[in-house]
């Protein structure tokens, strides 16, 4: 996908302008920016949801797929019902094996209004694994777990990747998921949105660990990169 000399303003507030990106095939992007720079706002652009008020987008995939930072579950549709619903077609022993990577074993049958707000946004990955797109938008979506589950949806999203080799793009706030996820790092900054830096990762995801010489350095021109911005505070690495 490319995103050419994209403008999007709200208002009096010039959030995307003159923005240009490019989204590799096959790759998981992972994007950091200051809070409010226009991240969300991007993935919207991107999805389609909303129309830039300038600029084009060339994309190549038919399907795209989006895990909103909220879990957007229908409340009358159980757990295995909301993950089956976007790919009707799909076996039950698929979904029960979505079910048990996103670790909500035992709970196919509750509604979301018997679950967690994580147990929930893991129901919504599941779901957005069993869509299996093309392009996989992800906007923070391992914000509402805690730190070992995040951990575990991460290597989780990187098996699942290795078998579907889809496009990823994936909105965080936190460093170390950037690290373990991303082909590419790409800084936004703010007022207006624009790319500051593309880092990209050679070693393998499934190879990586947060004490790894290239991740080390990566991080080193992360933080320096990112502590330039406004809302450096937003920041954190383990
Ligand atoms: N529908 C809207 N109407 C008016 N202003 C909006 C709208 N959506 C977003 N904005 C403004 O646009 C800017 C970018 O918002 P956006 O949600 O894209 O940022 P973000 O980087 O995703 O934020 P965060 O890091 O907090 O999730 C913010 O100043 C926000 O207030």
Known sequence: MF???????YDEINVLH???MEIKDNEITCILG????????????????INPDKGSIKN?????GYVFQEDRLLPWKTVFENIKIVNKIASDNKIQNLIDIVGL???????PNQLSGGMRQRCSIARAFNYECQMLLMDEPFKSLDYDLRINMVKSLIDIWHKWKNSIVFVTHEIDE????GNRVVVLTKNPCTVETVIKINTPQNLRSLDDRELFEVRSKLI???????????????
């Not at 190549?60 to 795209?64: E, T, V």
């Not at 074993?105 to 509604?111: I, M, P, V």
């Not at 320096?224 to 505070?233: I, V």
């Open 18 to 20: 003159n923005f240009n």
């Open 224 to 238: 320096k990169t990112l502590s330039k911005q406004q809302d450096k505070g937003t920041y954190k690495s383990a």
């Open 3 to 9: 995103l050419d000399g994209i403008y999007k303003s």
């Open 34 to 49: 200051p809070s409010g720079c226009g991240k969300s706002t991007l993935l919207n652009v991107m999805a389609g949801i």
């Open 178 to 181: 950037a690290l373990l996820l």
């Open 60 to 64: 190549n995939h038919k399907k795209i």
């Open 105 to 111: 074993s035992n709970f196919e049958n509750k509604y």
